[in-house]
């Protein structure tokens, strides 16, 4: 049980301290956007596009890391069964579940081998998100 529980613990902390990274890895990556507007659209379209493209990445970065912080904080008392920690990291989870559905379904694959930091934020939105939910809903 004590192995199982330490399991459960560094898989945690690993899932937040990954929604960190990859809340950094998406505050990196936002210069890169306005590049791959200003390739695919009009002058006009792009002076357009780009703000408001800018300011969700910005965000979504943001975000990420708070929420990455707040997994990585409760991975202890979740793995102990504290339940106000089980509420933490499976909100986080189901929170985080989502995104690979909706990269995936929105995005589909054609920015992909134009755009390495968006393989490797979409690779570690997977395997957060699987993490997270096998982890955060363990008994």
């Known amino acids: 049980m004590l192995k199982r529980s330490l399991t459960r613990l560094l898989l945690l902390r690993a899932a937040g301290l990954l929604l960190m ?5 998406h505050l990196i990556a936002t210069p890169h956007i306005a590049t791959l507007i200003r390739h695919a659209a009009s002058p006009v379209s792009a002076r357009w596009l780009i703000p408001p493209m800018l300011l969700n990445h910005i965000i979504v970065g943001v975000l990420l890391i708070p929420l990455g912080f707040l997994t990585t904080y409760a991975a202890p008392h979740a793995a102990s069964g504290a339940s106000w920690a089980q509420v933490i990291v499976r909100t986080s989870a189901l929170s985080v579940a989502t995104l690979p559905v909706a990269l995936f379904g929105l995005m589909g694959n054609r920015y992909y081998l134009d755009a390495p930091l968006f393989v490797v ?3 570690l939105t997977v395997i ?5 939910l096998i982890v955060a809903f363990a008994r």
């Open 128 to 132: 957060v998100a699987a993490t997270l």
């Open 121 to 123: 934020g979409a690779a």
């Open 21 to 25: 990274t990859l809340g950094i890895v």
